[in-house]
């Protein structure tokens, strides 16, 4: 980014009502609490404002990212050399058989509409914590199901002008979409189908899920989830796949913490960045820990894991000012 670059975007979007920080730290919008400044970080609520940022953004030329909640991210030390937007517009609602949400909604707000509203599927997404569009982004899941059971449609902004897809378009696999390839593209609503569903059994069993994530994640915890995507059994390499019990196997996937457990992961610390002694699967900032601790730690077990099992491990979580490895 140059500053004459920055300056352009900011001339054209300081007027409006955006809100706009200048120089923001990023640890303060991260789940991880860690990551340095970007350039500035600018937010709406309404569509057309933020339709304006975008083409703001592309005009002057700065590089700019568009983030959510921030919870599965890992930002660099050194920081986003550009401009971050988040679009905020957070309405959920209920047309014609579809539930129509906004990008910005927190999921677990379109998970807690969809329980009161009696429609089953997303009640087992129950405290995955981030918003909506970044859930159809990476395809969240958990407990058996999935975003891409349920999005019929997208609305999104194609670099250009406003572009719908359906199902199909999306291209969804295990924690994957046509927008992890198209980074340009931009989502601003997604339409969900979802099966009708018994009330008090939903909120009974999103309970259930509650307390289990709970006391796997605590609330406070800084950290992302699951660093690294779970395996499909069928895609392993012979050697790797003779070796993997079979109890382990769950709706044809091995978790990647089965064969972090291999190589010692578990209870790993570099710094403050620390691999949880119950999860190997599971890394956290136990105070105040770096990204480049954090990303030694992440190297350190994807080298381990090729040289026990000739296999590389495929992070879930995405880097920020800083390339995949
Ligand atoms: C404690 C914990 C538990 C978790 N458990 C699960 C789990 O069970 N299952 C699971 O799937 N995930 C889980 N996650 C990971 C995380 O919650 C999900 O990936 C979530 O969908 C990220 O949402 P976010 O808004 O925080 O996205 P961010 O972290 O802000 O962004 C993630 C990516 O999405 C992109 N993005 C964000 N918004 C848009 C948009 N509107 N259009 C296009 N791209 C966009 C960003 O550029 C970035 O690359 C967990 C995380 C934590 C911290």
């Given at each position: 980014m140059?500053?004459?670059?920055?300056?352009?975007?900011?001339a054209?979007?300081?007027?409006?009502?955006?809100?706009?920080?200048?120089?923001?730290?990023?640890?303060?919008?991260?789940?991880?609490?860690?990551g340095?400044?970007?350039?500035a970080?600018?937010?709406?609520?309404?569509?057309?404002?933020?339709?304006?940022?975008?083409?703001?953004?592309?005009?002057?030329?700065v590089?700019?990212?568009?983030l959510?909640?921030?919870?599965?991210?890992?930002?660099?030390?050194?920081?986003?050399?550009?401009v971050?937007l988040?679009?905020?517009?957070?309405?959920?609602?209920?047309?014609q058989?579809?539930l129509?949400?906004?990008?910005?909604?927190?999921?677990?707000?379109?998970?807690?509409?969809?329980?009161?509203r009696?429609?089953?599927?997303?009640?087992?997404?129950?405290?995955i914590?981030?918003?909506?569009?970044?859930a159809?982004?990476?395809n969240?899941?958990?407990?058996?199901?999935?975003?891409?059971?349920?999005?019929?449609?997208?609305?999104?902004?194609d670099?250009q002008?406003?572009?719908?897809?359906?199902?199909?378009?999306?291209?969804?696999?295990?924690?994957?979409s046509?927008?992890?390839?198209?980074?340009d593209?931009?989502i601003?609503?997604?339409?969900?189908e979802?099966?009708?569903?018994?009330r008090?059994?939903?909120?009974r069993?999103?309970?259930?899920?509650?307390?289990?994530?709970?006391?796997?994640y605590?609330?406070?915890m800084?950290?992302?989830?699951?660093?690294f995507k779970?395996?499909?059994?069928?895609?392993?390499?012979?050697?790797a796949?003779g070796?993997?019990p079979?109890?382990?196997?769950?709706e044809?996937k091995?978790?990647?913490?089965?064969?972090?457990?291999?190589?010692?992961?578990k209870?790993?610390?570099?710094?403050?960045?620390?691999v949880?002694?119950y999860?190997?699967?599971l890394?956290?900032?136990?105070?105040?820990g770096?990204?480049a601790?954090?990303?030694?730690?992440?190297?350190?077990?994807?080298?381990?894991?090729?040289?026990r099992f000739?296999l590389r491990?495929?992070?879930?979580?995405?880097?920020?000012?800083?390339?995949?490895?």
């Amino acid at each position: 980014m140059n500053a004459s670059e920055l300056e352009t975007f900011l001339a054209a979007v300081e007027s409006g009502p955006a809100v706009v920080q200048r120089d923001a730290p990023l640890a303060q919008y991260t789940r991880f609490g860690i990551g340095g400044p970007a350039g500035a970080l600018v937010e709406t609520g309404v569509e057309e404002e933020f339709l304006r940022l975008l083409e703001a953004a592309r005009r002057s030329g700065v590089p700019f990212l568009v983030l959510g909640g921030g919870t599965n991210l890992i930002v660099a030390d050194e920081g986003y050399p550009g401009v971050i937007l988040r679009y905020r517009g957070s309405r959920i609602r209920w047309d014609q058989g579809l539930l129509w949400v906004q990008a910005g909604a927190e999921l677990q707000a379109t998970v807690d509409f969809s329980i009161a509203r009696g429609v089953a599927g997303l009640h087992t997404m129950t405290r995955i914590p981030g918003w909506t569009g970044a859930a159809v982004y990476g395809n969240a899941g958990a407990y058996g199901h999935s975003m891409h059971e349920f999005v019929r449609r997208v609305r999104f902004f194609d670099g250009q002008s406003v572009a719908s897809g359906d199902n199909t378009f999306c291209r969804f696999a295990y924690r994957e979409s046509v927008f992890k390839k198209r980074k340009d593209w931009i989502i601003l609503e997604a339409a969900l189908e979802l099966p009708e569903g018994d009330r008090a059994e939903l909120a009974r069993q999103a309970e259930e899920i509650r307390r289990i994530r709970d006391s796997k994640y605590p609330p406070e915890m800084r950290c992302a989830g699951s660093i690294f995507k779970n395996l499909l059994f069928k895609d392993l390499p012979a050697p790797a796949a003779g070796e993997v019990p079979e109890k382990v196997v769950r709706e044809g996937k091995v978790p990647s913490a089965w064969f972090l457990e291999q190589v010692d992961a578990k209870g790993m610390r570099r710094g403050d960045i620390q691999v949880a002694d119950y999860h190997a699967n599971l890394i956290y900032n136990d105070g105040a820990g770096t990204a480049a601790d954090l990303r030694w730690v992440i190297d350190e077990l994807k080298r381990r894991v090729v040289e026990r099992f000739g296999l590389r491990l495929e992070e879930e979580v995405q880097y920020v000012g800083m390339p995949c490895s």
